[in-house]
Each structure stands twice: as C-alpha cells, then as structure tokens.
C-alpha cells in the first residue's frame, strides 16, 4: 500500500488529526454506556437538563463533553503525527462495543 504524501510529493502526510477523531468517538461511545451504568447505580445521578427529556438530557451532555474534550487533547497531542491506524481502530471498535452493552437495561440489571 503506498504512503500518502504531501503536495510537495516529499513526507508522509499527518494522520494524527484524522486518528484523534476515531479514537474520541470510541472514548464518548465508553462515556455514554458509562454515565448510563453511573445513574443507574446511584453513584452520579444526572440532572435532568430538559424536563420533558429527563435525566437522559444529562447523560447525553456529560457523553458529548467527554467526547469533545478527548477529541480536543488527542488532535492538539497528535496533530503533526504519522501514527499506525491498527491499535487506534481497535481500541475505538472495543470501546464503542463497551460503551453500547453499558447502555443496555439487562446490564444494569447485573449490577443492581
């Protein structure tokens, strides 16, 4: 497989910015299921932001700001990194995996 190259023809082009993303969107995947499992358990409660949406509207906005604030750390951390995709799109597929069976009623049930 040939390596992407810049316009200039002569380096690699950075892939960190791009990885950044995918690894942030498997992290909020896990905050998700995690937030979920927490509110359940009574061990973080989360407000209810929008009444008619209930504490689900909290939830979904702790999720998005772990989810922005990984994003931001692992672009600026990785900006002008040529990184190896594979162990990146694999934690991703792990965590989004995680994060989907925490949010899943049967979980919860295992832990009450």
Do not use: C
């Not at 082009?13 to 909020?28: E, S, Y």
């Not at 772990?66 to 994003?71: F, N, S, Y």
């Not at 190896?84 to 295992?110: C, E, N, Q, R």
Request: net charge positive; aromatic share 12%; no cysteine.
């Amino acid at each position: 497989m040939a390596t992407p190259i810049d316009r200039t023809g002569t380096s690699p082009v950075a892939n960190g910015p791009a990885l950044a993303a995918f690894l942030a969107a498997g992290i909020g995947a896990f905050a998700m299921g995690f937030f979920v499992i927490a509110n359940e358990t009574g061990f973080l409660p989360a407000p209810a932001l929008y009444g008619p949406a209930g504490g689900v509207s909290g939830r979904t906005t702790f999720a998005t700001v772990t989810w922005l604030l990984a994003w931001i750390v692992l672009h600026r951390r990785w900006a002008q990194s040529q990184l190896s995709p594979k162990g990146i799109f694999a934690a991703t597929l792990v965590l989004i995996a995680v994060g989907l069976v925490l949010t899943f009623p049967p979980v919860w049930g295992l832990l009450g």
